[in-house]
């Protein structure tokens, strides 16, 4: 939904990277997005907390937050791929308002937010 939404908006050089499954050839195909990402062969990349850890990118100097994570770990490991080798980097995070529908979500975003 967010890589579409990015593209309605004239974002062209975007893609997106999730785990959909564990199958074999979703992984070689999050494997060669994580390459070109990598390369530089597009700027903005849409992703799930797979991109949170373990992952070695020189040049990202945003890490946008859409969805707040659940734990401060989490969030540590995700705003920490930004602005890394002597680099500025900037971390936006979206949260939760505090009301009845997402009340749980809204405590979570709270919780992790404390930390910092």
Known sequence: ????????????????????????????????????????????????????????????NYVINFDMPMDKDTYLHRVGRAGRQETNGVSISFVVKADDKFKEQAKADEEVLSYI
């Open 1 to 60: 939904m967010l890589t579409k939404e990015l593209r309605n908006r004239d974002i062209k050089n975007v893609k997106s990277m999730y785990a959909r499954t564990n199958d074999p050839s979703h992984q070689k195909l999050r494997q060669e997005i994580y390459e070109d990402f990598r390369a530089g062969t597009f700027r903005y990349l849409v992703a799930t907390n797979l991109m949170g850890r373990g992952i070695d990118i020189d040049k990202v």
